[in-house]
């Protein structure tokens, strides 16, 4: 009999990657996804697969699952500035009353639950690099607050789902995380940046680019939740690659790697972007045994590859003017 484990924003670019390990560790995989920002065709190839099974559902509306669940990992959320723009009471109804759902589905079926928090939760960090114990700088209104807040929220109540009713959970705090099945038109900077790339457009840096990041190829972040899962640790993890580069920098090597003739540009920066952002994942590695292997420059490559097989049409859906337009100060 195989464990099954549902998996909400099944349809999402970490969602997907997370139906695939979860399939090929041998569990039985429920995918949840309403679809209004996932994408079938990042599933499409499990839908023949009989350890497979895809739920249309909207996680905010109660969610009923038949008979045993061993396992959800509540991956569905809006995850981009984007988005957040687009549809900000979704944003905070995924992360509050979808999470609030999906606890009680987890003390009902006695099934163990991560949820999907990420480094958003600190804000524009005072403190650097992030440690799981800074307690963050967050714009409660900002554009961006509808997410913060809303994953905020998320952790306290699975906190007191753990502590007031036992469930076992697992948080896990994701940086900025990249590779094949990102949406190219979600605004975050690496699909924008290839997309740029490959219709032969500037490089829009915002601000000076002199903000970091520090990104991890999806392959080591999925590695990382699946041990958080199995471990028997409950409080927040950081999950992320701790290689820090600029945005300016990071723009000039995606110039390299694409070879594109264009140049980068200078837009202002968007409300409450944050200057600098890298895990301290001390603890990943000390307790999960785990830290990304994978190199920018390999990872990169591998995501370039698969935006550049993407179709014409996919290519030239382009939702960054307008998402610009929206966040000037
Ligand atoms: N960014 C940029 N140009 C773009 C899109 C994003 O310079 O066309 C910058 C953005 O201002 C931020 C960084 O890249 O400092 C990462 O942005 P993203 O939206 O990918 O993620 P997040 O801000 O949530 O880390």
Known sequence: MKKKVLITGAAGFLGSHLCDKFISEGFFVIGMDNLITGDLKNIEHLFKNPAFEFYNHD??????????????????????????LKIPIQTLKVGALGTH???????????????????????????????????????TIGPRGVYDEAKRFQESITMAYHRFHGVETRIARIFNTYGPRMRLNDGRVIPTFMGQALRGEDLTVF??????????????EIEGFYKLLMSDYSLPVNIGNPHEITILEFAKEIIKLTGTNQKIVFKPLPTDD?????????????????????????G???TFDYFKNLSPEDLSKSEHKSFTKHIRR
């Not at 601000?207 to 080591?220: A, L, M």
């Not at 944050?274 to 390999?298: G, N």
């Open 59 to 84: 996680v905010t509306k109660f969610v009923h699952i038949p008979g045993k669940l061993d396992y959800i990992l509540h991956f569905a959320s809006p995850a981009s500035p984007i988005d957040y």
């Open 101 to 139: 759902n999906l606890l009680g589905l987890a003390k009902e079926k006695g099934a163990r639950i991560l949820i999907a928090s990420t480094s958003e939760v600190y804000g524009d960090p005072l403190v650097h690099p992030q440690t799981e114990e800074y307690l963050g700088n967050v714009n």
């Open 207 to 220: 601000g000076d680019g002199s903000q970091t990041r520090s990104f991890c190829y999806v392959e080591d």
């Open 274 to 298: 944050p200057l600098q952002r890298q895990p301290d994942i001390t603890k990943a590695k000390e307790i999960l045994k785990w830290e990304p292997k994978t190199s920018r420059e390999v």
């Open 300 to 302: 990169m490559k591998k």
